[in-house]
C-alpha cells in the first residue's frame, strides 16, 4: 500500500535554531496537511495544503511556521526560531482528489521534534 | 473542535468483539462519522467511516444509530495488535480533521 514518508524520523535542534521536517506525501495526491502531538495529548491540526497554497491553519499555525511544496513530490514544514514547546511529534498527511467518498487521510510515521 | 464523546479507556479479551461507542448528539446531517486509529506515537491509521448506513470493511464495523446522535466501531475478533487509541471525529466532507482524546483500547491475552 502507498505510503506517506516522512524524514528524518527523530531531530534534536537547539532552542532558536530552524529546522525543515520533510514529507513525500503519496504520489497521486494533492492535498497535503501537518499535525502535530504533544506528549500525552490530542493530535492537532496545523494547516492544510493545496494548489501550492495554505488552504486553512490554526492558531498554532503562527509566523514561526511555514511550509512549502519545493518539487513535485516533497512537502516541508519549516520552523524559523523553534521553541522548547515546539517539541512533539509532527504528522504529515495528505488525501487524493476529494470527493465526499474519498476523504480518507493518510498518515506518516511522524517525526520526533526535541528542542533544548 | 471534537463534537464527540467517547470512554476514555477500554479492556477487550483477545478473540473478542470490541465494541468502542461514540456519542456525537449535537451532528449536523452533512457531517460524517470517521473512526481512526493510532497505534503507539505512530500517524494515525484510518479505519472506517460513514453518513447514515451501517458500513463495514475488511478491518472493522461502523453501526450508527437511526438519529445519528451515537455510533459504534467493532472490531470483530481483536488481536493484541488492535491495542490503540480509537478516535471517533464528526465532520463535514471537506473540512479539517479535528482529533479528540479518543478510548484507549487494552486488548488482553
Known sequence: ???VTQTPSHQVTQMGQEVILRCVPISN???FYWYRQILGQKVEFLVSFYNNEI???SEIFDDQ???ERPDGSN??????STKLEDSAMYFCASKS???VTNEKLFFGSGTQLSVL | DAKTTQPPSMDCAEGRAANLPCNHSTISGNEYVYW???IHSQGPQYIIHGLKNNETNEMASLIITEDRKSS???LPHATLRDTAVYYCIVRVAGNQFYFGTGTSLTVIP
Do not use: A
Open chain 1, 65 to 67: 511556521f511555514s511550509v
Open chain 1, 55 to 57: 488552504s486553512e491553519k
Open chain 2, 72 to 74: 459504534t466501531l467493532i
Open chain 1, 75 to 80: 512537502f516541508t514544514l519549516k520552523i524559523r
Open chain 1, 29 to 31: 495526491h494533492l492535498y
Open chain 2, 36 to 38: 481512526y486509529r493510532q
Open chain 1, 97 to 99: 482528489s476529494g470527493g
Open chain 1, 1 to 3: 500500500e502507498p505510503e
